[in-house]
């Protein structure tokens, strides 16, 4: 298969990734998921004429005259229950939030009279519903407030909590398996000899997987399509599965060969990126697959690049936003033939004021795929063109927040 | 105590907000904290030098020369201890990731030669060093890799893990509890009576603070001083706690005496902003206290501006990015006494291209600070500056995120 454009790769991924399925989550894990159902209002909100303001509840025929006070209403009492009404000549004494008496026709604030608390002094200028909002003025029972297919949001959350929903319908996450593969990679509590090495992948694509609120099942397999084929196996309840490791075209990448063996269909193989290029994604029945360079760079990339836009078109999220385009603080250079995507830490740019849409970028300089030291404090990746042979330090680049952040 | 300006009171919540105390933290639970110690390699990466091709580990001298292959190694093997070694006109088969037998001088990509197995012919060009990667060229052992004060990234958290971490010193999060207040409010499980409703506060500021990855305590309290005073005491062990609803000035917004009768320390009252007018922050020993507005817009916007301020800087975190500039959608009002911070959908503006930092912003047009539904979704709080009468569709206005995106 010849080398894919990397905007192409990213296409198929999405094109190929199904949305999940409806399934009904507890309010407390919803916030952040995207709604499978209209949520309708269960009541009128306010669900009574309220008040705005602390002060009293009035009549319009008694501005610039004194009205006698005739009780108190606070929020969560029930003037009717108490008996009390406002009627020319008498006002009831009311707090921000607490029902209207019945004949109220405005509220006007402490500020706004005078008097002991017997009777008060009105102002001569009252309008009417002055200080009030009218039962369902915020929201009419029955109407659609949210609608399937929105991302509920902390008040979304705060919505379906007032209208006293404890569930809600939403688009499920994927589950998401992660295998790490390689006769060099010894798993998380073995000791690293002279010619191995810990597994930095299983963990490290974990916690990409995390800041997308997914937990991940961690495996490693040894260099061999049967060992391949068992951890796939024992994966088999994942929607979708993560290899690292083995995808390249040497005589030990035996997980294309494995894949093969078990009837999936390789959808790409190699895209023109740097880093990342041998990365594979595959389809098994509904089961999507990545397989992700062995180098920890490559797969960090991939996976925010490619396996977040599946996570997040699995969930029914759009995809994130781009980052934008920012000032390079050092030179860069290219790669000919293919698309550069490189490790930054991008800052606003302090010569710009506040609130500027204003970035600068300082390139990692990572010295390979497998130099992730360079970039541990980078928050995002820049991109290159092909055939861009580099930009030079202050040159426009643009980039992409890493962890899917706006 | 008159209006603060909303500018010098996030100052004044960041300043008397100190850092949280060191804490070890299993490595999975790591990401996104920051570290509290430096992170020193454990060995050179590679561990040995290390093929970044397959294909020949060869000799300079036998460029353009016939070579007998005596021998493989893969990745994970070791070629000492298979006694094998590179020597003039002996070449050993390699694979990426391999390490180096003794005596290799350089690597051949299959692609640049030619022969069977027994032997190959050598391309004339060999550059000694081609293709390896020096022992420690990546990252030398005892270099510090990461450094306190850093935010761990998932590409940190692989690196802890290959150094063999299982474990990790991070500045350790706030512990929050969140009080709902208010006789009108009835507990999540009561059912609403005409005068009544359920809280929506409690679950949707504990959605806020699980957005920044904290859980939350949540309970309510009546209105009444003792009330209040209780519900605190149970809190006890809560780093913040964040009070919802009566904090304005009417005869039932016991917050403020509450705080009083247990010799808090108010650091702020009240803040020229719309919504969330009436906001309080408060001291007490090492705990925070946020007197959040009832009304839910007003509670949430206030966790949006300082409560998640006072938890970054809490938890060593840098204040979030500055949101940017967007296009007005629609004409905006302004609030002449205050600062308006009107929530807002902001979308890229599709008429520019695909990498430019262009905004459009849709107001939320809220009629009250209690209308949450036509903020259901939104993804932003534009801000208009006091003084500002409005805005007319195609105006730039400042954003922020919500929920500390960038």
């Known amino acids: 298969m010849p080398w894919l454009d990397p905007d192409r790769a990213l296409a198929l991924v999405v094109e190929h990734t199904p949305t999940g399925v409806v399934r009904e989550v507890a309010l407390e894990d919803a916030c952040g998921l995207v709604l499978a159902e209209d949520v309708v209002s269960d009541r009128d909100y306010p669900p009574f004429t309220r008040a705005m303001m602390d002060g009293f509840a009035v009549r319009v025929a008694d501005a610039g005259r004194r009205a006698s006070v005739c009780g108190i209403v606070a929020a969560g009492q029930d003037p009717q229950a108490a008996g009390l009404a406002v009627e020319n000549g008498r006002a009831v004494e009311i707090t921000t939030g607490a029902p209207c008496p019945p004949g109220t026709e405005a509220v006007v604030m402490h500020e706004e009279v005078d008097g002991d608390g017997e009777s008060v002094r009105l102002p001569q200028g ?9 039962r369902g003025s915020d929201c009419a029972a029955g109407t659609a407030v949210l609608r399937a297919g929105q991302e509920l949001t902390a008040l979304g959350i705060g919505i379906l909590a007032s209208f006293g929903r404890k569930k809600v319908r939403v688009l499920a996450p994927p589950s998401l398996a992660i295998i790490t593969t390689g006769n060099e990679i010894i798993p998380e509590d073995g000791c690293a000899g002279p010619v191995t090495m810990r597994d930095a992948n299983g963990p490290m694509l974990a916690a990409q997987a995390r800041a997308l609120g997914l937990d991940a099942a961690t495996a490693c397999a040894r260099d061999s399509v049967e060992a391949i084929g068992q951890a796939l196996a024992r994966a088999s309840q994942a929607d ?42 595959a389809r098994m029945g509904r089961r999507l697959l990545f397989g992700l360079p062995g180098n920890p760079l490559s797969s960090h990339f991939c996976f925010h690049r490619y396996v977040a836009a599946s996570l997040r078109k699995w969930m029914g999220l759009p995809a994130p936003p781009v980052g934008g385009t ?53 928050n995002a990746y820049l991109r290159l063109p092909p055939g861009e042979r580099g930009m030079p330090a202050g040159a426009e680049v643009s980039f992409a927040w890493i962890g899917g952040a706006r």
Chains 1, 2 share one sequence.
């Open 326 to 378: 920012a000032r390079l603080a050092t030179a860069l250079a290219g790669v000919p033939e293919r698309t550069l995507f490189e490790p930054a830490r991008v800052e606003p740019d302090e010569r710009l004021e506040d609130g500027a849409n204003g970035w600068t970028a300082v390139p990692a300089h990572t010295r390979s795929s497998a130099d992730v030291f360079s970039a541990a404090t980078a």
């Open 240 to 281: 979708i599965v993560l290899l690292s490791g083995g995808v390249s075209a040497g005589r030990y990448d035996l997980v294309p060969a494995a894949l093969l063996g078990l009837h999936a269909e390789v959808i790409f193989h190699k895209v023109a990126q740097k880093p990342g290029k041998p990365l594979l994604f």
């Open 126 to 134: 009252i309008r009417a519903g002055q200080h009030m909002a009218p």
